[in-house]
């Protein structure tokens, strides 16, 4: 992707705004996390204001038995829907960007965390409803660190976490969010998509970008379901619960996506964040001398942004590949494994090509 459309797009999402909070949210938080999630491990396990929460606030119910029971049934679903609510206001909403905006959005789910929390307890809401504890713990499942029963950092092969991840409702839902957001936003930069939407303004661009991220997010829902479909027939069975077994082989395309679309947007926005640091709530300050810092652009040239951009969907998708060899081999015979697998590598080039070819766009 051009230098410039990097830019451009980056300035155009948080670059504008007077207070530090849409770049701690957007930049720092959701994209700098998530690389260091892959790189460190699930750093947010211990990061997480939520789950402090809930800890201060007693609701693990260690000697008593939680209002109610989280519903087997409902799985991952709560996480899948709140993922969605974030990456509508990312992409979306017009006023994520308006003071005070982002702080009621941060309360309102902070009280969902609590009402989740307190109504079935905090272990289970945290593992089920926490939309950035179920997403960020996939990522962290990729990285070569991880924890031990007894808390001891050990480790191991990269890629090697997604091999225990279970089954569960809702968790295929969430990856395609995750997956279907992120393919969205860099199709939104494109000058196919804003020659043909330059025009619109207020509700009319809302829904708009809304059927854009829910459309997107459906194609690659319905590209992953038919090489599911094509692989239960070689099989046998079900190809829903064939889908959710392989979902975890995914992962590696999400982070690549994420990659490859903000792995420019962090390094410049990022820059921008320390010198809003100084002054947080763009009321002039300069607290740490940092305020009349400027970004500086020859960090990133095109041609290094295109090869890391190309790097890391290749890479990702060759992981995903690995995976769900992997995955088909332990759960089938040789020969019905290797069959397959000819479906899910067909959309996996599908996914490459289209990523690749958004990122030319």
């Given at each position: 992707?051009?230098?410039?459309?990097?830019i451009?797009?980056?300035?155009r999402?948080?670059?504008?705004?007077?207070?530090?909070?849409?770049?701690?949210?957007?930049?720092?938080?959701?994209?700098?996390?998530?690389?260091?999630?892959?790189?460190?491990?699930?750093?947010?396990?211990?990061?997480?204001?939520?789950?402090?929460?809930?800890?201060?606030?007693?609701?693990?119910?260690?000697?008593?038995?939680?209002?109610?029971?989280?519903?087997k049934?409902?799985?991952?679903?709560?996480?899948?829907?709140?993922?969605?609510?974030?990456?509508?206001?990312?992409?979306?909403?017009?006023?994520?960007?308006?003071?005070?905006?982002?702080?009621?959005?941060?309360?309102?789910?902070?009280l969902?965390?609590?009402?989740?929390?307190?109504?079935?307890?905090?272990?289970?809401?945290?593992?089920?409803?926490?939309?950035?504890?179920?997403?960020?713990?996939?990522?962290?499942r990729?990285?070569?660190?991880?924890?031990?029963?007894?808390g001891?950092?050990?480790?191991?092969?990269?890629?090697?976490?997604?091999?225990?991840?279970?089954?569960?409702?809702?968790?295929?839902?969430?990856?395609?969010?995750?997956?279907?957001?992120?393919?969205?936003?860099?199709?939104?930069?494109?000058?196919?998509?804003?020659?043909?939407?330059?025009?619109?303004?207020?509700?009319?661009?809302?829904?708009?970008?809304?059927?854009?991220?829910?459309?997107?997010?459906?194609?690659?829902?319905?590209?992953?379901?038919?090489?599911?479909?094509?692989?239960?027939?070689?099989?046998?069975?079900?190809?829903?619960?064939?889908?959710v077994?392989?979902?975890?082989?995914?992962?590696?395309?999400?982070?690549?996506?994420?990659?490859?679309?903000?792995?420019?947007?962090?390094?410049?926005?990022?820059?921008?964040?320390?010198a809003?640091?100084?002054?947080?709530?763009?009321?002039?300050w300069?607290?740490?001398?940092?305020?009349?810092?400027?970004?500086?652009?020859?960090?990133?040239?095109?041609?290094?942004?295109?090869?890391?951009?190309?790097?890391?969907?290749?890479?990702?998708?060759?992981?995903?590949?690995?995976l769900?060899?992997?995955?088909?081999?332990?759960?089938?015979?040789?020969?019905a494994?290797?069959?397959?697998?000819?479906?899910?590598?067909?959309?996996?080039?599908?996914?490459?090509?289209?990523?690749?070819?958004?990122l030319?766009?």
């Amino acid at each position: 992707m051009p230098l410039f459309v990097v830019i451009g797009a980056s300035t155009r999402r948080v670059g504008l705004t007077e207070t530090i909070g849409p770049v701690f949210v957007f930049v720092w938080f959701w994209v700098g996390l998530t690389f260091a999630q892959a790189i460190f491990g699930n750093l947010w396990a211990t990061l997480s204001p939520f789950d402090t929460l809930g800890r201060l606030l007693f609701l693990d119910y260690r000697y008593e038995s939680p209002p109610r029971r989280y519903p087997k049934a409902w799985g991952k679903w709560p996480a899948a829907i709140l993922l969605f609510g974030f990456a509508w206001i990312e992409l979306v909403d017009p006023f994520r960007d308006s003071p005070g905006s982002l702080g009621i959005l941060i309360l309102v789910y902070t009280l969902v965390a609590i009402a989740g929390m307190f109504t079935f307890g905090r272990q289970a809401w945290i593992e089920n409803g926490e939309a950035f504890a179920v997403y960020l713990g996939l990522i962290a499942r990729l990285s070569p660190f991880a924890r031990d029963g007894e808390g001891r950092v050990i480790v191991r092969p990269p890629l090697a976490g997604l091999a225990e991840v279970q089954p569960r409702p809702g968790l295929l839902a969430l990856i395609m969010v995750a997956l279907g957001s992120t393919t969205f936003d860099g199709l939104s930069r494109t000058n196919l998509w804003v020659s043909r939407t330059a025009a619109l303004g207020g509700f009319a661009r809302v829904g708009a970008l809304t059927a854009g991220l829910l459309a997107v997010i459906g194609l690659v829902a319905l590209a992953y379901t038919l090489a599911m479909i094509a692989a239960s027939r070689v099989v046998g069975g079900r190809w829903h619960a064939l889908a959710v077994r392989f979902a975890p082989s995914l992962v590696p395309i999400v982070l690549a996506y994420a990659v490859a679309h903000y792995f420019s947007f962090l390094v410049i926005e990022g820059q921008l964040g320390l010198a809003k640091l100084s002054d947080p709530f763009g009321w002039g300050w300069d607290l740490f001398g940092t305020a009349r810092w400027t970004v500086n652009l020859a960090l990133l040239s095109a041609t290094l942004i295109w090869y890391v951009q190309v790097a890391a969907i290749v890479v990702g998708h060759i992981g995903g590949v690995v995976l769900a060899h992997d995955r088909a081999i332990a759960l089938f015979d040789r020969g019905a494994a290797i069959q397959t697998q000819y479906a899910l590598l067909a959309v996996m080039v599908l996914f490459t090509a289209t990523g690749l070819l958004i990122l030319s766009g």
